[in-house]
């Protein structure tokens, strides 16, 4: 069916007219929903722009159905880009509905409206209704948010730099205030008191401050750092407002706003949890130890951070890593109305926290009944396994992990991963559970609406469900949020009553346009990726991630379907667009793919074919030619090789649809010429662009913030060469990459980018209006989507799960009439059709959403080549394998006879194949000649030698980092020592030494070794300076001789501390070990000593080198007698083996770097010219030979003389004496000549053998000399290595000696460094603690001086209320007794104590009644006032205006009484903040003399350090027995008693006082003089002293303690006294509650037996009652019956005044006995005197 356009329409756009447009009478505004991410769009008239270009992560939502209630304040305005003029009458208004949902904040403003934010609004749905209001954040997107039902106020934050916190009022949804903080960059939490106008907020990143602000005065009452801390949830105290609650990710603080007068003050108590088992540890102050054991050899025990050299506050906050116990983590809490806190972990505990205490209980289950327990087994089990059939997770009831908690008068009620709402019954520190609702989604939040009727849960997904308590039913859902992201939206055809959105995962949402209201929705259960709505049916196309093509009936917009899918290539398909009339419809995919599909049902969405273009597609605009039946597609293509964009512009006829096959070749591929394709190349890069019916394109400049104006000519060809200029640039102030969207009737145009801010300019003039709907921070804005009439706007966020609606709030008239004008002549033309194809939609069944069935493959039959299945082949698939059996028809017979070649081919080769295996192996062929696929054989050694060579590559690549390695440890191990390490072994025994490795010392370590040493020397000479002035030197000889007696005794041996002097250690140059005080002399005595043991070891390594020489020279003769041996062996012709010594590899280290070819196993691969330069040498090899063997002289004297010119005895064993020749002939044949010569043969062959014997004898002894020299030689060398092994281990213990001196010295110096860090640490400390103090003391004086200031006024107000009370009595002691009395009573009656205006019936817990300030107590006074100053209350017989008068005195008197007991409040609230000043000082001053203690401690240690040395003494093992007989002799003895030491001292201490005695007495004489001045000087200074010390104890304050520790004579004994007292008194006060305790119980006891019998009573006087009742019922209707009521009115009449007239004298009585009794009082007080005058 082909299109025709009216002539109206046609001969508009001949004429040149511009765009027609028209504009729909005004009407509510309607249509938003949530997009996160758009990949299609609907075509317009004139282009499309609103696509989805842009990509989205962040999940998001959508809410049903909204009502408009007030439109959010129009934000500010920037200046116009380009200076363009903004549009007066041309603005889009604020959005008149949202819908999203980018978070689970949640939270109730009344009993019916919940409120949340999305995006840059915050919403509010009426629960009841599901409408919504929405509130703009003027200044970007919605960041931190809270809302309070009992103020019924709203308060979030921008994120905008320097960010306001802004509070809202509902439901008026007026801004009351803005609070501007120190924030810089964002708050992360907020928090609404529940009573008072009192906000929290907690600021992240760089200040981390937590703040109080009063937001009714828009003050900032006290704020606090937390730097470093993220927090996660923050809340008010319900029944205290000055307590907060901050939980963090492992820890929790509870804030106390302190106040005095208009002073607050915000302390921090944190809480310390418990660990992951759920135990408390005791905190531990590893600052200050609470015990210290001290050690006389290893020193003082100092803290761990001293330990550490931490100083300031990382030393008060440090903890070692084995001391750190990971804690819980929380996850939720809730506030008790008994102010405590339920809060709950990731580890699945439920804590209870005291928050007055700050102290943490874990609560526990409590065990039920066996049976119950059995019932709940079973039940758990029944769970889990319906769970595992769900494909979840089972869930652990017995520690479920609670996300989310909330409190109410019945218990707790809390939820989490399990997706189970449970109820928690807490007695004590015990639980019992109720499971109440399974949602089966996990539950992230949990509120209770203002009244506690109903209980919202929040799912992660972002559904919510209401569940009632009361009614203990199933929870239901009130919102079906999606579970995903939002991809795209668009209007469903006409365009003015719905709109379809569709989610990431593929769910499609219908909605009206009207309100917003949630229609229906559909899970198509695949990943989506566009969306595009048909203009000329109502049927919407999704597509998808795997390539497909949903395609919905949407007829129905409560009940939308699947009608057809088309699955078109394996290419996600990235936009879906429509051209304007319906026709078409093109899907554009990855890698340049562009399909082209029959947009009508009728057809069955027909895909008419597809296109390729070369580079890759940035975007896609489709414009209708409705004069000659075309539609003009614009594609952007993005150039790689040049800074560039280029459009291709190609046309699709109405005949490509009636005659498809004409225009598409087999494999549906559309014809280029057909297609009349042009390209123009632009000169800007460009992201977005759009193009009108007048060859006018607009484009978004990816470069740079412009917009480009192109003009194109009809001329271009495909390919040409010619680059477009742009004709304006329009000026844009938009970051980012942007987009851009054309209106239908190509009147609007509409750029969006990053930036958030959506301007739309008038095609014509160019005017621009814009509208801040989304911002920045959510990624600017993703697609905009105009309606059919141009009145609706669909803009869509980038990640901020928001989508506006906007609509013209000012228009000019002009453009409404045309708006409407186009989209009337669209109308009639779409109507023609539109019926058509909806009833065809109607009539199409639905499609199978079988999941299977989309994985069925396609089965292909190769006879017929019928398809039988088409779900799970592409449409290109189908197409290529239609090509291919027809292919296969037409060549069935080159087929046939091409398999019969080649299987006969195939036999032959085998034949051939077989004669090969039967012919020699000289004869045979290799298997690959007989390969005639060359091309493949050569491909797959082409492949072999590829994976040849990676393996190669990966070899070498390991080979390197072995080798590297080998060249690390090589060089710290080999190449850096300067003496390697060797061994020397025995020859006969496994005895083994090694040397010393020896590193060469540096440059640096050598000059600081001479440094040293010259220190050292210059110290000696000062010291030998000093005894040369004292006593005279010794001589040469004397010293000579001094020295070698201290060598022969040892004592200085001994007193060094080591024998390193007899092994090569210069012990001279150290420092003696008792003069080492200071800490350089330990640093250099440390650096002498190792150069003591170098030298030890170089000593030690000179002679084993000495003995590993000898070794070799031993192995050299052992070889030399062994080659003797050898030649005696083979004189005697033996095999014996001989023992042939050598050096091991740990003697010749130097081979085990070296690799000798007979360590590898494996064979050595050679290259070609590798084996034949080998086989080379190996020639010349064996020619050398052939020709040193080749020596005539040599044979010749091998001939003649057997190779020697004279005999030698060694060849006598060689010798033979050759036999006669007769004997081979018998004997009886032979002459007497022949047995001569025979006897003289027989007599030289025994003499012969005996030679022979005697020098095999010879030989043999030889041989044993030889072998026994051998053996002594090397056991001598064995005996060597044992002396070099005892000295090696003599030279270990020296070496050892030395390095035990070197770690105590070091030891030393850790420890002096620690007390130094110490030191330093309480010194700053102390600073702090100083300055703490400072303030202190100042906040101190600020409490006093408030406590004075509000003194006076309490008692001016006590005062008055006094005076109001005589006054009362002065003004009304006129009237008569009774009245007087009555009235009396009356001023003394108050009302019941006033309640807040929520109703107390109501189940909140934390409805207290008490109010917050002053005024809010008296109006609330006032109002129950009312009631008593009714007439009805009035006394009889008193007159009006009397009464009127009383009614204003006693509201004086209340006003009065109240304002005392607000100031009796403030003045109480600020002693309790003085007293709290005053104990933090007090703690304070007791941490400063703690601190102070310390100091001197550490001090006194330091000096021990310095005095108390470590000496390493020498001393022989084991005991030395003395005889008693005789004198010993101590010369060899190196410790002395003690006492000698002591009398020495004392005598020579005796003799230098008399010494001194004598010089004094001796100088008295001569300086008596001189002295008293002296006295008198030192008289006036020790005048002058006493006067400041006297002036010092005036201002030194002294405490009660200090007085005490003055007076008292002995203290301790005092404290110790005062102890025993105070533990005695503790005894008997325990014995006492003890006591007291058991009585208590028996009264309990007693008490629960009366409550029985008074239950009993009751039950039974209930009982009567109902009888009682009756008797009375039938009484009344007695009396009503006898008419007696106005008889028995006049008796209670009387009656009544009797009664008041009693009551009145009996009170007029009390009153004047009082006034009698203070008149007596006071006369008698009267002096005496003054009588007479009275």
Not at 351 to 366: H, R
Not at 455 to 468: A, C, F, I
Not at 787 to 799: C, P, Q, R
Not at 876 to 893: C, D, H, P, S, Y
């Amino acid at each position: 069916m082909v299109l025709k356009y009216p002539p109206v329409l046609i001969d508009w756009l001949a004429q040149g007219r511009g765009p027609i447009s028209c504009v729909l009478p005004a009407r509510p505004m309607a249509g938003a929903v949530a997009v996160a991410r758009a990949r299609g769009s609907r075509g317009g008239g004139g282009g499309d722009g609103g696509g989805a270009e842009l990509g989205g992560t962040r999940r998001g939502g959508s809410r049903p159905g909204s009502e408009v209630g007030a439109a959010a304040p129009r934000p500010h305005a920037p200046d116009p880009p380009g200076g363009r003029r903004v549009l007066s009458c041309a603005q889009p208004a604020a959005a008149p509905w949202v819908q999203g949902f980018s978070n689970k904040s949640l939270a109730f403003v009344n009993n019916q409206t919940v409120c949340y934010p999305c995006g840059n609004y915050i919403l509010f749905l009426d629960i009841e209704t599901k409408k919504t209001r929405a509130v703009q954040c003027q200044n970007g997107q919605v960041g931190a948010f809270a809302a309070s039902a009992s103020s019924q106020v709203v308060a979030f934050s921008d994120r905008q730099l320097n960010p306001l916190i802004h509070i809202y009022t509902f439901p008026e949804l007026r801004k009351l205030t803005e609070l501007k903080g120190d924030a810089q960059l964002d708050y992360t939490l907020l928090a609404l008191s529940f009573k008072g106008p009192y906000l929290a907020s907690y600021s992240s990143i760089p200040e981390f401050v937590l703040s109080v602000w009063n937001w009714q005065e828009n003050i900032l009452l006290c704020s606090e750092s937390q730097p470093g801390l993220t927090g996660t949830s923050l809340s008010f105290n319900p029944m205290n407002w000055q307590q907060l609650c901050f939980v963090a990710e492992t820890s929790v603080t509870i804030w106390c706003v302190e106040r005095s007068k208009d002073e607050h003050l915000l302390t921090r108590h944190p809480v310390e949890l418990p660990d992951e088992q759920g135990a408390m540890s005791p905190h531990e102050d590893l600052f200050f130890p609470p015990s210290r054991k001290d050690d006389p050899y290893y020193g003082p025990d100092l803290p761990i951070s001293a330990i550490a050299g931490l100083e300031g506050d990382e030393a008060e906050t440090f903890v070692p890593r084995n001391c750190i116990k990971t804690s819980v983590h929380p996850t939720a809490h809730c506030w008790t109305a008994a102010s405590e806190i339920y809060m709950g972990c990731k580890e699945g505990y439920v804590l209870a926290i005291d928050a007055e205490q700050y102290s943490v209980s874990v609560l526990q289950q409590k065990s039920p009944p066996e049976f119950m327990q059995k019932i709940a087994d079973v039940v758990s089990y029944a769970r889990s396994e319906v769970q595992k059939k769900k494909g979840r997770k089972p869930s652990n009831l017995q520690k479920p992990v609670l996300l989310a908690m909330a409190f109410c008068n019945e218990g707790l009620y809390a939820a989490g991963h399990e997706g189970i709402l449970i109820f928690y019954h807490i007695k004590d520190l015990q639980y019992e559970i109720k499971i109440c609702a399974d949602i089966s989604q996990p539950i992230s939040s949990l509120m209770f609406s203002p009244d506690y009727t109903s209980l919202l849960l929040v799912t992660d997904q972002g559904t919510v469900y209401s569940y009632r308590p009361a009614h203990s039913g199933e929870a239901v859902k009130l919102l079906d949020a999606p579970s995903s992201s939002f991809l795209a939206a668009d209007f469903l055809t006409p365009g003015n009553n719905y709109c379809v959105s569709v989610t990431i995962s593929g769910e499609v949402q219908v909605w009206s346009l009207e309100d917003g209201t949630f229609l229906s929705k559909l899970n198509l259960g695949t990943e989506a990726t566009s969306m595009a709505c048909s203009p000329s049916s109502k049927s919407v196309a999704v597509g998808t991630q795997r390539g497909q093509i949903y395609f919905l009936d949407v007829t129905k917009a409560e009940a939308p379907r699947v009608v057809h899918r088309i699955f078109l290539s394996k290419l996600p398909v990235l936009s879906l667009h429509y051209d304007q009339v319906g026709q078409f419809l093109i899907a554009r995919a990855t890698e340049g793919h562009i399909f082209i599909l029959d947009a009508r049902p009728s057809k069955l969405f027909q895909v008419l074919g597809y296109t390729v273009l070369e580079d890759e597609v940035l975007h896609l605009s489709v414009t209708p030619d409705l004069k000659h039946d075309l539609v003009k597609v614009m594609v952007l293509l993005n150039v790689a090789e040049v800074q560039q964009a280029r459009l291709e512009i190609f046309h699709l006829s109405s005949e490509m649809i009636t005659d498809n096959d004409k225009y598409v070749n087999e494999q549906g591929m559309f014809n280029a010429s057909d297609l009349k394709k042009k390209q123009y190349d632009l000169d800007y890069p460009l992201s977005s662009a759009v193009r009108l019916k007048n060859s006018i394109v607009y484009g978004y400049c990816s470069c740079a913030p412009l917009i480009c104006k192109y003009h194109l000519s009809e001329g271009a060809t495909f390919g040409g060469p010619t680059i477009f200029s742009s004709e304006q640039t329009i000026p844009s102030k938009q970051f980012g990459s942007g987009l851009l969207c054309l209106s239908p009737n190509s009147q609007w145009l509409a750029a969006a980018a990053k930036d958030g801010v959506l301007f739309i300019y008038n095609t014509s003039t160019l005017d621009v209006a814009q509208n801040h709907c989304h911002s920045y921070q959510g990624g600017g804005i993703r697609s905009v989507v105009f309606s059919l009439d141009g009145n609706f706007i669909l803009v869509n966020g980038e990640n901020d799960c928001a989508l506006v609606c906007l609509k013209w709030k000012e228009i000019k008239k002009t453009e409404v009439e045309k708006a409407a004008l186009y989209w009337q002549s669209l109308r009639d033309i779409l109507n023609k059709s539109t019926s058509v194809e909806n009833s065809v939609l109607k009539s199409m069944a639905e499609w199978n959403f079988d999941p299977e069935s989309t994985s069925k493959s396609l089965s292909v039959t190769e006879e017929d080549g019928d398809v039988t299945d088409t779900d799970g082949m592409t449409w290109i698939g189908q197409k290529i394998q239609k090509v291919m059996r027809e292919e296969t028809l037409r060549f069935a017979n080159q087929k046939e006879e091409l398999q019969m070649g080649i299987r006969k081919l195939r036999e032959t080769i085998q034949k051939m194949m077989h004669e090969n295996e039967q012919v020699p192996d000289i004869e045979k062929l290799e298997h690959w000649e007989f390969n005639l696929d060359l091309e493949e054989q050569e491909q797959v050694q082409a492949e072999a030698e590829e994976d040849v060579a990676r393996a190669r590559r990966e070899i070498e690549m390991e080979i390197l980092s072995y080798c590297y390695l080998q060249d690390l440890i090589k060089f710290e191990c080999w190449d850096n020592m300067c003496v390697k390490e060797r061994a020397v072994k025995c020859f006969h025994t496994d005895c083994e030494v090694r040397n010393f490795p020896l590193k060469e010392r540096s440059k640096e370590e050598l000059e600081t070794l001479n440094e040293v040493l010259q220190l050292k020397r210059t110290a000696d000479l000062q010291a030998q300076k000093k005894n040369l002035d004292s006593e005279t030197a010794l001589s040469e000889e004397e010293g000579e001789r001094a020295a070698g007696e201290v060598a022969n005794n040892g004592a200085p041996l001994c007193l060094n501390g080591s024998l390193s002097s007899q092994y090569g250690g210069n012990t001279s140059i150290l420092y003696h070990q008792c003069d080492l005080h200071t800490k350089e002399q330990k640093l250099h005595q440390t650096i002498l000593l190792k150069d003591v043991i170098y030298k030890v070891k170089a000593a030690f390594n000179e002679e084993f080198n000495i003995v590993l020489q000898k070794k070799e020279q031993e192995i050299a003769r052992v070889k030399e007698r062994n080659l003797k041996i050898q030649e005696i062996l083979e004189q005697l012709d033996l095999q014996v083996e001989l023992w042939e010594p050598g050096l091991t590899d740990d003697e010749m280290p130097e081979r085990v770097l070296t690799v000798q070819d007979s360590e590898i196993k494996a064979e050595k691969y050679m290259t070609q010219e590798e084996k034949e330069q080998a086989e080379m040498l190996a020639k010349l090899e064996r020619e050398r030979r052939l020709a040193a063997t080749d020596d005539e002289r040599l044979r010749a004297l091998d001939d003649m003389m057997g190779g020697v010119l004279e005999l030698r005895r060694e060849d006598i064993l060689k010798m033979d004496i050759p036999p006669p020749d007769f004997l081979s002939r018998p004997e009886d044949l032979w002459t007497e000549e022949e047995k001569k010569v025979f006897e003289e043969y027989e007599k030289k062959l025994n003499e012969l053998n005996e030679e022979k014997e005697d020098y095999r004898q010879f030989l043999r002894n030889e041989w044993n000399k030889i072998e026994a020299s051998i053996k002594e030689t090397t056991q001598n060398f064995d005996e060597i290595v044992r002396k070099l092994s005892e000295k090696k281990l003599k030279s270990q213990m020296v070496i050892y000696q030395e390095e035990l001196k070197i770690v105590n010295l070091i030891y030393t110096l850790l420890l002096d460094e620690e007390l130094d860090t110490r030191e330093a640490g309480l010194h700053k400390f102390l600073m702090k603690k100083k300055k703490e103090k400072v303030k202190g003391a100042r906040k101190i004086l600020t409490a006093k001086h408030a406590v004075e200031a509000c003194t006076g006024p309490y008692k001016e107000a006590l005062h008055e209320e006094k005076n109001l009370e005589h006054g009362f009595m002065k003004q009304f002691a006129h009237t008569p007794g009774n009245l007087f009395e009555e009235l009396l009573q009356l001023y003394k009656l108050r009302p019941e104590t006033p309640d807040t205006e929520i109703l107390l019936d109501t189940a909140n817990p934390y409805v207290k009644g008490s109010p917050e300030d002053y005024q809010g107590a008296v109006s609330l006074l006032m109002k129950a006032m009312d009631e008593l100053d009714s007439p009805e209350h009035m006394p009889s017989g008193l007159d009006q205006s009397m009464w009127e008068h009383f009614c204003l005195a006693r509201r004086n008197k209340m006003e009065s009484e109240e304002l005392v007991k607000w100031k009796a409040l403030a003045l109480a609230e600020m002693q309790a903040s003085l007293h709290r000043r005053t104990e933090e000082n007090d703690k304070i001053k007791s941490e400063l003399e703690k601190t102070f203690q310390e100091l001197t401690w550490l001090k006194e240690e330091k000096m021990k350090l310095q005095q108390n040395l470590i000496v390493q003494f020498l001393l022989k093992q084991g005991q030395v027995e003395l005889d008693s007989t005789q004198i010993p002799d101590y010369s060899d003895a190196v410790l002395i008693d003690r006492s000698v030491v002591e009398e020495l001292n004392c005598t020579v201490a005796a003799q230098g006082e008399k010494k001194i005695t004598a010089m004094v007495e001796f100088k008295d004489f001569s300086k008596g003089i001189i002295q008293l001045e002296w006295e008198h000087k030192k008289m006036k200074m020790q005048i002058q002293d006493l006067k400041e010390k006297a002036r010092d104890i005036v201002i030194l304050p002294i405490s009660k303690d200090c007085q005490l520790f003055l007076t008292v004579h002995n203290y301790d004994t005092h404290i110790a006294q005062h102890l025993a007292g105070m533990e005695q008194s503790l005894g008997v006060m325990d014995k006492l509650h003890k006591k007291n305790v058991k009585n208590h119980q028996k009264k309990v006891r007693e008490l629960k037996k009366c409550i029985c019998l008074k239950e009993q009573e009751n039950y039974e006087l209930s009982l009567q009652l109902k009888e009682m009742l009756v008797s009375v019922s039938e009484r009344m209707h007695i009396f009503e019956a006898a008419d007696t009521r106005d008889i028995s009115e006049k008796i209670t009449r009387q009656r009544y005044r009797e009664i008041v007239k009693q009551k009145y004298l009996r009170n007029l009585i009390r009153e004047q006995e009082k006034q009698l009794a203070v008149l007596q009082s006071e006369i008698e007080s009267w002096n005496p005197r003054t009588l007479h005058i009275i």
